[in-house]
């Protein structure tokens, strides 16, 4: 991994293969495991391990920050696992003086005060926010966030992951008429498994 220093000035491509050997290294297991969605899989990637790291979430924020548009008033995501990537990109575009608030979409409404769902400075409304996510699966997680966005009066046809499980997810997005991307597919963090394992 290279030193903190290097990753505030390194290229995209750089920071892509630093993300992809943290994710590889340090997330991505392999055993049985049962997925949020129900699902059996032999494999298991648990985002936190990486994005709750000082380098994780230099380099996601860096990332992310970088494919966003510029009229994009805010980044969102459901609680928990994208809690820490949109305070990543968040920090780090008031780093690069383009200040990008973040919001978190809580499971259930707050039982107390305003019983909000979403947690975080109120936009105008129409403003445009993308949804992050840590993994997608199915896709429902993300979906839920974008709801809960939408019903507030916010303007949302984007998702964004660290990594596609390619078990549907993009397909359901596609079908709800929202552009989806991923930084990585699974395939990618497989095969950067397998090279650092040799």
Known sequence: MPSLTDLLTADQASLKQALLEHIATDAYKEGDFT???GQKSTYYINGKLVTLTAEGA???????????????????GLTLGADPIVSAVSVVSAYENRPIPA??????????????????????????VVVLEDVVTTGKSAAQ?????????????EII??????????EFYASQN??????????DVQAAYRALQR
């Open 103 to 128: 919001l978190i979409i809580r499971k259930q409404a707050k039982g107390h005060g305003t019983q909000a769902y979403i947690e975080g400075p109120v936009l105008p409304a129409g403003a445009k």
């Open 35 to 37: 997925l949020s969605s």
């Open 178 to 187: 929202l552009k989806f991307s991923s930084l990585f597919t699974i395939k």
């Open 161 to 170: 992951a660290l990594v596609d499980r390619q078990q549907g997810g993009a």
């Open 145 to 157: 966030a974008v709801e809960r966005l939408q019903a507030a009066g916010y303007e949302v046809s």
């Open 58 to 76: 230099l380099l996601i924020g860096r990332l992310i920050l970088s494919q966003l548009d510029q009229d994009v008033a805010a980044v969102a």
